[in-house]
Nanobody, 121 residues
Framework: QVQLVESGGGLVQAGGSLRLSCAAS????????MGWFRQAPGKDREFVAV????????VYADSVKGRFTISRDNAKNTVDLQMNSLKSEDTAVYYC??????????????WGQGTQVTVSS
């Protein structure tokens, strides 16, 4: 099973940018759909973005469309999330997930430990 480690979180002012990275090991990275999710305090985990193995098929949550960009590098076994024009409501713990054929709730996926993103207004 693949192991995932996120990095790049931090504190940023509203309107600023952050780039999250997720490094994968222990699996065939190119065979996985890779997703980013987030969980704010007191809220359920929510979908942010997903990218297929080739990088040609990408889906974003409406709340981040036009502001966030997901990308992957199969040679480096990494998936990134570039976050621009950050808002206070983007504050959450961000998780990456990997699954070759995820269910709608990604319940069978491998998950990272998460990285905190805090946007101050």
């Amino acid at each position: 099973q693949v192991q995932l480690v996120e990095s790049g979180g931090g504190l940023v002012q509203a309107g600023g940018s952050l780039r999250l990275s997720c490094a994968a090991s222990g699996g065939t990275f190119s065979s996985y759909l890779m997703g980013w999710f987030r969980q704010a305090p007191g809220k359920d985990r929510e979908f942010v973005a997903v990218i297929n193995w080739s990088g040609r098929n990408i889906v974003y949550a409406d709340s981040v469309k036009g502001r966030f960009t997901i990308s992957r590098d199969n040679a480096k076994n990494t998936v990134d999330l570039q976050m621009n024009s950050l808002k206070s409501e983007d504050t959450a713990v961000y998780y990456c997930a990997a699954d070759p054929n995820p269910t709608p709730d990604w319940s069978g996926a491998s998950w990272g430990q998460g990285t905190q993103v805090t946007v101050s207004s």
